[in-house]
C-alpha cells in the first residue's frame, strides 16, 4: 500500500517569490520608508523587485491582511492610513483581552511566564537605548504576547495576534517619532513590577500603560495631520 504522505515535500521550497516580496515590501513600509498614503504602482513595484505582476498581488494581499496595505478605487494598492477609530478600537479590544491576561497572570504567578517578561523588558530597554526601531517593536509585541499566552486560551492569543498586526504600522510611526513626541523612557518595566503585586494593581497598571499608548498614537496622528496641512499647497 502505498504511503499517503509520499511526495507532499516535492513541491516545498524554503522561501517562495511572494514570499521574499512580501518581506521586502513590509520591512519598506514599517522602516518608515514607505509612509502610509504611498500609492504602490503595480508595474512599477513589480519591475523593482523583479517579479510578474501576479506574484505581486499575492504579496499585497498577505499585506492587506495585515494590515499594512489597502486597496483603494482608482488609486490600487496603497500603504494603509492610520485614523483615530482606528486605535481606539484596537486599545478598547486589545485592552478587553490583556486584562483577562494580567488576571490569569496574578493568579497563577507562572515563574517561567515572569521570567520570559523580564528578559523581553531587558531587551526593550537596551533597544530603546540604542534607537533600535524595529528591536523596540519586536520586544513590545513580544511582551504583551507572552503575557496573553499566560490565558493558555488558543482564541484570544489569535485574536491577540490579530490586533497585533493591525497595529504594528501604527506602532513603527510612534516609534520613529518617539523623541517628538516626547518620549524619552519606556514603562514596560513599571508594568512588569505591577504584574508581581496585586491583581488590582497590575489591572490599574495595564489599563494605563494601554490609555498611554493609544493616546501617544492619537497625539502622533494629530501631529501628521497638521504637518500634511502646512506643506498642502493652497489655491
Do not use: C, K, W
Request: aromatic share 2%; glycine share 6%; net charge negative.
Amino acid at each position: 500500500m502505498t504511503n499517503p504522505i509520499t511526495g507532499l515535500g516535492a513541491s516545498i521550497r524554503r522561501q517562495s517569490t511572494a514570499e521574499q516580496a512580501t518581506e521586502a515590501i513590509r520591512h519598506a513600509i514599517l522602516s518608515g520608508r514607505l509612509p502610509p498614503g504611498t500609492p504602490l504602482r503595480e508595474a512599477a513595484l513589480a519591475a523593482e523587485l523583479g517579479i510578474s505582476r501576479s506574484t505581486l498581488r499575492e504579496a499585497a494581499r498577505t499585506l492587506e491582511s495585515e494590515g499594512l496595505v489597502r486597496y483603494q478605487m482608482n488609486r490600487g494598492i496603497v500603504v494603509a492610513d492610520i485614523t483615530g477609530p482606528d486605535v481606539a478600537d484596537i486599545y478598547a479590544a486589545r485592552t478587553a483581552v490583556e486584562l483577562a491576561a494580567a488576571d490569569a497572570l496574578t493568579s497563577h504567578r507562572d515563574p517561567a511566564v515572569y521570567a520570559r517578561l523580564a528578559d523581553l523588558v531587558d531587551q526593550i530597554e537596551r533597544a530603546f537605548g540604542h534607537g533600535d526601531v524595529a528591536a523596540v517593536l519586536d520586544g513590545d509585541r513580544l511582551f504583551h504576547a507572552t503575557l496573553v499566552a499566560a490565558t493558555g486560551s488558543p482564541r484570544l492569543r489569535r485574536l491577540h495576534g490579530q490586533l497585533q498586526q493591525e497595529q504594528r504600522l501604527a506602532l513603527a510611526l510612534a516609534e520613529r517619532s518617539r523623541h517628538e513626541l516626547g518620549r524619552i523612557a519606556d514603562d514596560h518595566r513599571q508594568l512588569l513590577d505591577a504584574l508581581h503585586r496585586s491583581p488590582e494593581e497590575a489591572r490599574a497598571e495595564l489599563t494605563a500603560h494601554l490609555q498611554a499608548g493609544a493616546a501617544e498614537l492619537q497625539r502622533l496622528l494629530d501631529l501628521l495631520a497638521h504637518r500634511n496641512e502646512r506643506e498642502t499647497p493652497r489655491g
